[in-house]
């Protein structure tokens, strides 16, 4: 076995790197075409997600393919050699394994314990399967680390260690304020993908309690099977499916939006967010306002015009008005200028303007003005402000979010520019890594890497020993060939010996033959399963002189016929 994996991921690389040298389903397919054309490699996969991009080959040159393999990673990902080499790592033989089998539990996840690698590596497997890209040993390699990845979530609590990036996702929109449950209850989601983690992203929100979710796929048929899932869940999510040219119109009537696509290019930006925001804000101050104008007209028409005038001045003016002995608030959303007046505490002037206004105001007009008031003030929080400073949008602390935005792609598809939008708040893989860094690690976990140890020794063993078995298949082969000849010599010196005769004779030959191999293979295949014992092949072979392209026909029989290779 001379395994060899390179590759870099979340604990390699900084997200920006990350995200450059992500791989498109297309940039995958020729990678692997690319690396089986490469000398060094025999077999190759890659295994990329939103946080890790990792190219495993079989090659006979460690040197040779290190670099053979660091020059097709840059090559298709489209970073320079140069700046993607202090971010890239190497493992082989045991190492590789071992990485993998960490892998597959969970243990190297941005998030540790997390199921949804398995996912991801099956794909990865199937790919390989699909192009002839993967032959023996990285079909049992990724065959096995989906065995130990189950076999870590089903014998330990890694599962309490962590949760999928989606769970953990929408933890961070909450900004712990709050249960995932409590937070999602009633909400509107928009899903924009169809892929693994969009469904996944789908699933978990409907079992968290959301609504609604609507998908939105480039390729209908997915979106419409999604649905389909979602509705027969019996988590009782009402769900439907919009092509993408609608999700500027869904941008303003949802509450969450999850998106993980394999687009190259953003799929939102931060101009379409705050167009929806806005949309979404102007559509409620006008159902406020005719909800106010319906509930207040009867007992306007009884009033003095003037009175209503010198109110509309107080709310003009920003002031405040005392009603009854309390207190309200009149947030007015018209600029002044670059300013706001709603952002800006009361001034003597603005004061003694409110005053002069309620100059004869009756306390009946003023509990009516006090309850539009409360309308009012409640439509100015909605409203978005803008950035004096520098025309740019931000957010002001504490204010409501209108808009939850979750961005588990890589390359991202959400404009980061979002996070600027007042009302809105966005988590992406970048913010994930950071938020994550500090999680706390469950004492499973050293379970876990129990687990992961003895499969690699286990896995390591099996290998070894499969390497020496066409060496041992090749010398029965030339034993069962050397009693033959001699069989058939004997018939020739003694042809008066009947059927049974032969037949015995021939029976204790090979039994003979049989006997005298038995020890000698047996312990050799016990060697050859200990680290170092790849040589006890090369030394049976010259033992017992045994030809070369022999042992290599036995071998080729043997991956012909073998049933988990790739077909």
Not at 453 to 481: K, N
Request: proline share 4%; net charge negative.
């Amino acid at each position: 076995m001379s395994l060899l994996v390179v590759g870099l991921s979340h604990r390699s690389a900084p997200v920006s790197v990350l995200e450059r040298a992500s791989l498109s389903a297309d940039a995958k397919v020729k990678l692997l075409h690319d690396t089986l054309a490469a000398e060094p490699a025999t077999e190759a996969a890659v295994l990329a997600t939103c946080n890790r991009i990792e190219l495993y080959a079989d090659v006979d040159k460690f040197h040779a393919g290190v670099a053979e393999l660091s020059t097709l990673l840059a090559q298709h990902s489209g970073v320079a050699l140069e700046e993607l080499t202090p971010y890239l790592y190497v493992h082989y033989e045991d190492r590789a394994v071992h990485h993998l089998f960490s892998v597959a539990c969970g243990l190297d996840s941005m998030v540790v314990g997390e199921g949804q690698i398995l996912g991801q590596i099956k794909d990865t497997l199937a790919l390989g399967q699909e192009l002839h890209t993967a032959g023996r040993l990285l079909n049992d390699l990724f065959q096995q680390a989906l065995r130990v990845g189950k076999r870590a979530h089903s014998e330990t609590g890694i599962d309490r260690a962590g949760q999928s990036l989606v769970t953990f996702g929408l933890e961070q929109l909450t900004a712990g304020r709050e249960p995932v449950e409590s937070w999602a209850a009633g909400k509107r989601a928009l899903v924009i993908g169809a892929g693994s983690m969009s469904s996944l992203a789908a699933a978990t929100l409907a079992r968290v309690g959301v609504a609604e979710v609507v998908v939105a796929n480039r390729t209908a048929e997915r979106a419409d099977r999604l649905v389909e899932i979602l509705v027969a869940s019996g988590t009782g999510v009402a769900a439907r499916a919009v092509p993408m040219a609608g999700v500027a119109d869904e941008l303003t009537r949802v509450d969450v939006v999850v998106s993980c696509t394999g687009a190259t290019g953003l799929v939102l930006t931060g101009d379409e967010i705050a167009a929806a925001v806005d949309g979404a804000v102007a559509e409620e101050s006008a159902a406020a306002a005719a909800a106010v104008d319906s509930a207040a007209g009867p007992a306007l028409d009884g009033l003095d015009p003037e009175v209503v005038a010198r109110l509309a001045a107080v709310a003009a003016a920003g002031g405040r008005l005392a009603d009854l002995g309390g207190a309200r608030t009149i947030s007015a959303t018209v600029a002044a200028g670059d300013g706001c007046p709603a952002d800006a505490p009361a001034t003597a002037a603005t004061a003694a303007a409110g005053r002069a206004a309620l100059t004869g105001v009756d306390a009946t007009s003023l509990e009516l003005h006090g309850t539009w008031a409360d309308q009012g003030e409640a439509a100015a929080h909605r409203q978005p402000r803008k950035d004096t400073a520098a025309g740019a949008r931000g957010r002001t602390d504490g204010a409501p979010v209108r808009l939850a935005l979750l961005d588990l792609a890589m390359p991202r598809d959400i404009d980061a520019a979002a996070h600027r939008i007042p009302g809105v708040r966005l988590v992406d893989i970048e913010s994930l890594a950071e938020a994550s860094a500090d999680a706390p690690m469950a004492a499973d976990v050293d379970a876990v890497r129990g687990i992961v140890a003895d499969e690699v020794a286990a896995f390591g063993a099996a290998q070894r020993a499969a390497h020496i078995t066409p060496t041992v298949v090749a010398l029965r082969a030339m034993a069962a060939e050397v009693v033959a000849m001699e069989v058939a010599r004997l018939d020739g010196r003694l042809p008066e010996l009947d059927q049974r005769q032969r037949a015995e004779v021939t029976q204790t030959v090979r039994r003979v033959v049989d006997k005298l191999l038995h020890a000698p293979t047996v312990r050799v295949k016990q060697l050859a399963s200990e680290p170092g014992g790849a040589g006890y092949a090369e030394a049976l072979r010259e033992l017992f002189d045994l030809d070369p392209q022999t042992v290599a026909s036995v071998s080729r029989a043997d991956h012909d016929h073998d049933p988990g290779r790739a077909s």
